[in-house]
């Protein structure tokens, strides 16, 4: 998620038969060129543009529909050069080199002639049956309906009424920053709301719900906003078929915080147990250091 | 780091004098067109191609040396998309935009008008001094001296030999994999061999030294490689001055390996605690499923 100052969104929920705020603002249009057109959402406005995810999942949404995709997402990393204006896009996928186990890509989104606001790179590649280990554990939360829901109608950004977030432990968020930091470490579950089958579009767009760990240490909203993020994918075809619309479970942290960059690690999980991804950031901000 | 099957190559060690072999395997010549060509070297040679390792360092050297350059490296994220051919290659850099605090540039390496061999991004950003915490902790290590150096000189890949890997937890590697997964996190000492002042380049080098965690787990070496790596440089200039050639301390780690992939996340550590580098990347591998 980005920021600088609030210009809250009104966003208006879907009534039956609409389709999903999340397919809504991904929606393309491919081109004869090969690229292929978008338009942003208000559904999935931040306070300077789209939400990032928004922005990874239109990305996403691009690779799949491409002609000449192969194999599952195994990764992508999206650069955030600077906010997509409030309008249309257009997204310029290259095909860079298919070997015999993976593909590559390299992306752009381009608005009226203007410099990229984002570049991207993906990884696609065959998934067959190999030697399978998983060293790390999913998070254990508390039952999800134990849990209050983070009250994101009450927030500046309109992303957040897409998303139920359930935090174990939820940090005070005030209008200073604290003298002394916050645990950066969070647990929560998390779920599109309203509810919608998993897939890898909604997984791309799930890697950047994580709030900036600056806000959750400062336990403050600062000037802050991801500059680069990776995503690894984990889960198959199988894994999503199976998770369905049910809530993830997640988890997120972070390494340092110094001169105005801090990392971010986050994992999300299967109802099953199944890391489906895991993904890393670096994050900008400003905060000037205690006189 | 990336493996099929073992050809040694012979490694003469650098005499008094000469360039340390890193800044002999990252040398660029300018060419008028804005790309640069380097030329691989026998010293950081690999398996079937250069170390990953040493091609994210090209890359490194062809950014700091670019005339448009601004500001200090944030994150570089190199995608592996085919082995670079032994002999000569031109990186091409270009820069996608430029905004307040950042800068973001993307790169290719061709050969011979063949599809890219490497496609990357990069991250320049200003470093002021800003709110600072660090909630990661370095390994806590044996002193160095204590521990037994890895005898690179008898490993296949020549690579290997320049670098001092002192591991704290060294795993067996035997001929056949481990029926029994072994503990993927490894913590040791690692130092440029010979001693090298440490710089962004061999920061970016140092990042893909991290043996592939499936040949940890596994106890054995299978075919494996690195797709996508991504860096986060945590360190500024002033931290690369007071560490000088001091070993570094790093640990590294992997969530799940499954249907052909692991990821892996390392971490790099100054002689006063500072975390210089976190890194993330995913790795293809192949290894059948027990019968």
Known sequence: MSLTEPTPVDLDRPAAGVPHPLDAATQLTARPDGSYEGHTSTAYWNFTGPFGGVTAACLMRALLDHPRRQGSPVSLTVNYCAPVAEGAFRITPRLARTNRSTQHWSLEITQDGEPPSTTATAVFGARPETFAHAPATPPALPPRESLVPFPSHLAGSAWLRNYDFRFAQLQPLGRVPRVEPLPAAQELWIADAPPRPLDFVALA???????????????????????????????TEADLTRQGSEPLRARADSRVFDRGFHDQSAELWGADGTLFVSTHQIVYYRDPPAA
């Open 205 to 235: 767009a799930l890697a950047d719900t994580f709030f900036a760990r600056i806000f959750v240490v400062r336990g403050a909203l600062v000037p802050a906003g991801t500059v680069s993020m990776s995503i690894f994918f984990h889960a």
